[in-house]
């Protein structure tokens, strides 16, 4: 089956560039949206499209694209944005598919 | 502004069968698309399923293909999640999300803050 790669975690000192990778075969062929999750709350749209920001979100909130790789950019992080972070996209050869990648928890130092 | 209330059974025995319900509201629930994701402890999230905006169609992971069925009332501005025989690796918090359709594809926009779901004896 389809699978959406993360790295488990990434840590970052308040105020650097926080940066998480997600991999995937189709991620040319289908948009990646990303999602940020903190526990007993509900997740939160941070990215879709690939590249464009809901209202609401932060502008330090920023994606990019390359080949089968999408990357979620966090400048100037601060404490408030430790959480997981979950990519999701679609297995192109399955109309309907839903892939969420296994989620990358993000800690300031 | 939307808002997605789950609720439903918190124990389940194993074998049994459960109902979730998801209350919605700040936004034209006939004009979507909805959908049920779950997240088992210490797991990441994983999608069940997606239902059309009028029902007519529902689609469903192939994890829980067979013992979940997912249903909707316009009217009432809910969508229910009924899942039978069920096992303690379906113990999860399960949410509900709004979803945007994009082709066959999309996103979830909106998020309720989940159920838990307990199955043990």
């Known amino acids: 089956s389809y699978e959406l790669t993360q790295p488990p975690s990434v840590s970052v000192s308040p105020g650097q560039t926080a940066r998480i990778t997600c991999s995937g075969a189709?991620?040319?062929?289908?948009?990646a949206y990303w999602y940020q999750h903190k526990a007993g709350q509900a997740p939160i749209l941070v990215i879709y499209?690939?590249?464009e920001r809901p209202s609401g979100v932060p502008e330090r909130f920023s994606a990019s694209s390359s080949g089968t790789t999408v990357t979620l950019t966090i400048s100037g992080v601060q404490a408030e944005d430790e959480a997981d972070y979950y990519c999701?996209?679609?297995?192109?050869?399955?109309?309907?598919?839903?892939?969420f990648g296994g989620g990358t928890r993000l800690t300031v130092l | 502004q939307v808002q997605l209330v789950e609720s439903g059974e918190g124990l389940v025995k194993p074998g049994g069968s459960l109902r979730l319900s998801c209350a919605a509201s700040?936004?034209?629930?006939?004009?979507?698309?909805m959908a049920w994701i779950r997240q088992a402890p210490g797991k990441g999230l994983e999608w069940l399923s997606s239902?059309?905006?009028?029902?007519?169609?529902?689609y469903v992971a192939d994890s829980v293909k067979g013992r979940l069925a997912v249903s909707r009332d316009n009217a009432k501005n809910s969508v229910f999640l009924e899942m039978i025989n069920l096992r303690p690796d379906d113990s999860a918090v399960y949410f509900c999300?709004?979803?945007?359709?994009?082709?066959?594809?999309?996103?979830?926009?909106?998020w309720g803050q989940g159920t838990l779901v307990t199955v043990s004896s």
């Open positions: 999300a709004r979803r945007i359709v994009l082709g066959t594809y999309g996103y979830f926009d909106y």
């Open positions: 700040g936004f034209t629930f006939g004009d979507h698309y």
């Open positions: 239902i059309t905006n009028s029902g007519d169609a529902m």
């Open positions: 189709a991620l040319p062929k289908s948009y």
């Open positions: 499209k690939d590249i």
């Open positions: 999701q996209s679609a297995d192109t050869s399955r109309s309907y598919s839903v892939v």
